[in-house]
């Protein structure tokens, strides 16, 4: 079975571990409340998507 022939440095394990990292996701406002919304998605606040209106009314 192989073994490595030295230690792993902490500088070369970091080198190696530079693309691990956390990405902010891309928020957009919606056109239609204002709210901050995924991009792509319907607007979780009122369901608008596209000029049109998704999210049902609750009715009573």
């Known amino acids: ?7 792993t ?3 070369r394990s970091a ?4 693309h691990y990292k956390i990405i902010k996701p891309g928020l957009s406002i919606c056109p239609n409340c204002g709210e901050l ?4 998605r319907i607007c979780v606040a009122c369901g608008f ?3 049109r209106t998704f999210k049902k009314e609750p009715e009573e």
């Open 37 to 40: 919304k995924s991009p792509h």
């Open 9 to 11: 440095s902490k500088s």
């Open 1 to 7: 079975m192989a073994l490595p022939k030295r230690k």
């Open 49 to 51: 998507y596209k000029g």
């Open 15 to 18: 080198k190696r571990r530079t």
